[in-house]
């Protein structure tokens, strides 16, 4: 077909042409691209470019050949920009690996922070304060238990209990109420409310 041809193309030619070369370049895109569905969007990709340039392109070989070698570099252009794609997709997936270990890093250190800032606050109880909130929180003893060990009674230790929680919430909350996974200590607290 020579460039005057092409230039009067009719669009049951276009058809005739689309028909009879779809096949076979959609198996010249799967020697690049090695996947039907690309391979067939690429070669639709060539077919309707060509049919809005078919006014301007003057053919210098058949039609097959130049579908053939349009083709392959539509191929070559995809395999670039779908390069191009990975490798940003690689960059921005090694970026938001670092910031998430950027973030976890800072929130164990703000986790440890806080966790020695609770450990101070229960260091500034009155001692037998501390002992009794510390079997209770930590070691998990029953209020008798505490009692018992203390050699004082269960309204003592409970107390002893509601000055301590309520001390340690009092501070706490002015550093940060939204912290409550600390060595268990903060779900007390904040269930003793």
């Not at 039907?36 to 210098?60: G, K, M, N, P, Y």
């Not at 929130?107 to 109880?125: A, G, P, S, T």
């Not at 909130?133 to 003893?141: K, L, S």
Request: aromatic share 10%.
């Amino acid at each position: 077909m020579g460039g005057e041809a092409s230039k009067t193309l009719h669009i049951d030619e276009f058809e005739t042409m689309f028909r009879r070369n779809h096949q076979f370049l959609c198996a010249v895109a799967m020697q690049y691209v090695h996947d039907q569905f690309t391979a067939e969007d690429i070669v639709q990709d060539f077919f309707i470019d060509f049919w809005q340039r078919r006014h301007t392109i003057q053919l210098t070989t058949s039609f097959e050949a130049y579908a053939r070698r349009a083709v392959k570099y539509k191929c070559i252009d995809f395999l670039r920009k779908s390069a191009v794609t990975e490798k940003r997709n690689l960059m921005l997936a090694a970026l938001e690996k670092e910031q998430e270990d950027a973030n976890e890093l800072e929130n164990n250190e703000i986790k440890h922070q806080r966790y020695i800032k609770i450990v101070e606050l229960i260091q500034k109880l009155p001692e037998s304060r501390q002992n009794i909130f510390i079997m209770h929180a930590v070691d998990n003893m029953s209020y008798a238990e505490i009692a018992m060990k203390q050699n004082i009674s269960i309204n003592t230790v409970k107390t002893q209990l509601s000055r301590a929680y309520s001390a340690l919430r009092n501070h706490l909350t002015l550093i940060c109420v939204a912290f409550i996974h600390c060595q268990g200590i903060f779900k007390f607290i904040l269930e003793k409310k």
